[in-house]
């Protein structure tokens, strides 16, 4: 009996995914617990459904991530910083502070563990990889001033 998983089952499937199990396992054990469901044509129709929206939004979030990407490719993001007489800082510019300013200088918001960066001690300009989306990593720079 060919049967669309609600939910993982160890060593049968994933959620979503259309299988082939005995009658006797689906009628008494996967459906009643609503484990699964018969796969009829109905359900055939709302599995593609399913993976047609999961897909459209995957591309969406790749356009979004490749539109971003070129924002930021090449750029440099200023960020001011108290520092003593020698240049050095009074502490470092974190992930965090480079994020706040991207945002506010490019209009591009992503989660500050995006942004790796070396640590920022003095003042000066320095490379940091951003990586906007699985796979799509940039290069920027950071310039540290008053």
């Known amino acids: 009996m060919k049967i669309i998983l609600n939910q993982d089952i160890k060593d049968l499937g994933k959620k979503g995914q259309l299988v ?42 790749k356009a979004t991530a490749e539109e971003n990407a070129a924002k930021l490719e090449g750029k440099t993001v200023k960020v001011s910083a108290n520092a003593g007489a020698n240049g050095r800082l009074f502490g470092s510019v974190t992930s965090k502070e480079i994020a706040e300013k991207v945002k506010e ?42």
């Open 105 to 146: 200088q490019f209009g591009v918001e992503l989660e500050k563990k995006k942004y790796i960066v070396d640590d920022i001690r003095a003042y000066g300009v320095y490379p940091v990889t951003v990586k906007v989306y699985s796979g799509i990593q940039v290069q920027m720079f950071v310039l540290v001033g008053d």
């Open 20 to 61: 082939n199990v005995s009658d006797g396992y689906a009628k008494n054990y996967l459906i009643p617990r609503k484990l699964a469901v018969i796969a009829d044509a109905g359900a055939m129709n709302q599995l593609k459904n399913r993976e047609a929206s999961a897909a459209h939004k995957l591309a969406v979030e």
